[in-house]
C-alpha cells in the first residue's frame, strides 16, 4: 500500500510502500493524534522505520491496497 505524508511548512512529502493495511494505518495515527502523543512510528515494504512527528503532519494520504500488474495488457 502506498503512503503518502505531507509535512507542515515543507514542500517536500514522505512517500513509501508499506506492506501494513490501511485499517493498521489508520489506527495508529487516529491513536496518536488522540492521545496526543508525540511521533508515529510506520514501517516500509523493506523493513524502513519511519517515525513522523505528529505536530508536524500535515495530511496522511493512505493508497489502495491492490497490488500492481506486471506485463504488457493489450
Known amino acids: 500500500m502506498d503512503i503518502r505524508i505531507g509535512i507542515t ?3 517536500r512529502e514522505i512517500n513509501f510502500e508499506s ?3 490501511a485499517q493498521e494505518v489508520e489506527t495508529i495515527v ?3 493524534l488522540e492521545s496526543d502523543s ?14 513522523v ?4 503532519i500535515g495530511y496522511i494520504e493512505i493508497g489502495s491496497e ?5 506485463g504488457f495488457v493489450a
Open 9 to 11: 511548512n515543507s514542500p
Open 19 to 21: 506492506s501494513q493495511t
Open 30 to 32: 487516529a491513536t496518536a
Open 38 to 51: 508525540k511521533f508515529i512510528k510506520l514501517v516500509d515494504s523493506k523493513g524502513k522505520l519511519y517515525i
Open 53 to 56: 512527528p505528529v505536530a508536524g
Open 66 to 70: 491492490s497490488t500492481r500488474r506486471v
